[in-house]
């Protein structure tokens, strides 16, 4: 038994003062029982908390961390950068720098706007849509997290889904009626709505590889389908890389499944821990936002120096600093390919691991994201997901915890491998798993 005396009055004394004593729901341990654990330090695959205990970590910070926490050359730029002021409200040079990078690494995107968050870039890409096309509705998928954004809260994954409370109170129904929602990997429904809203449909906002209600696959040709079908009705297609981006692959899973959306987004990994967003696409649609258009969009912050360095660091040790002489694709990469490799190491070892215990398990893995849903059947979709058994989650959760192994605090979420992972690392991680899934 792990003894968390610290976290534990840490969290008393937060419940006080923060609604649930968090600043970010799923952080609350609602999907898993028990009280969150406080961390003061992280380097590389683990991350300790005020107790002294330390953990292998495959939350990674929900996904920026794909270099593990502290990395050297990140902290470096941020102590650069931080001596030279920690925001101006003018242009800085780092913004220049990271625009070329994304748009050199993600060939969709020709021209890029930094936000602060993911929630601030998927509700400007929807934004940017419906200025662009001159219409109202979208079409999202349930499960799918596009950020918290009014029109976008709407059956929304991993949060919203903890809570047994797809939608949020707060969201007049007259903005939500402008939102449609569909089951991802299925067609005949997408080919209905358009039919039924003819000439109505802004865009289609997904997540190319969904990863907030676990982690689920498009089926082959399902994202060949939604181009298709938007470019047929007039409608954009926007990709949600928050989570994707730079983490399948240099050019995010529209690389890995080549496919070219108009408008995508990214966040995460381009912060390298910082708070940011971005999103870009075709010129045409990006010269709509103001100053150049009628779209507005702003922020005081936005394309801050200290976040700026943190994600050009992060991206650079990703696929090296040439990469604005020579785009690099993910085999070209060092660290994808380890990422690959380690990920395979883990869904073969998590298979074994169930296999032996004699437990259901659905292990969905894409590049270094992953999901074990504890259900014997295929998972494709939110419902397929919400077959899986969420005691044994629980149960799963609090022993890899006490085995020093932290996965995300719920079932409904996906890990994240980091090059920061050993193969050492993986190996406890397997032997925990096995020796838990035993006691079912
Ligand atoms: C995390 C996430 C967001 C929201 O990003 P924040 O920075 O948390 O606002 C949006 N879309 C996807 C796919 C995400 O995973």
Redesign the pocket.
Known sequence: MILRAKSEALFAEALDYIPGGVN?PVRAFRAVGGKPFFVNKAKGCRVWDVDGNDYIDYVGT??PAILGHAHPKIIAAVKTAADHGTSFGIPNPFEVTMAKLICSLVPSVAKVRMTN??????MSAIRLARGFTKRDKIIKFDG?????GDSLLVKAGSGALTFGNPDSAGVPADFAKHTIVLPFNETEPVKAAFAANKNEIACIIV?PVP??AGLYLPKPGYLEFLRKITQENGALLIF?????GFRLAPGGAQERFGITPDIS?F??IIGGGL???AFGGRADIMDHLAPLGPVYQAGTLSGNPLAMAAGIANMQELVGRNVLIAPRRAEDCPPYRRLELLGARLEAGMKDAAKSAGVPVTFNRCGSMFCGYFTGEPVWNLADAMKSDRERFKKFFHGMLDAGVYLAPSQFEAGFISTAHSEADLEWTLKAAAGVMKTF
Do not use: L
């Open positions: 970010s929900w996904g968050s993911g929630t601030e870039a998927c799918c997290y596009h950020g918290h997540e990863g907030n949600d890389e928050v989570m994707t987004t966040g995460k708070p940011v967003g």
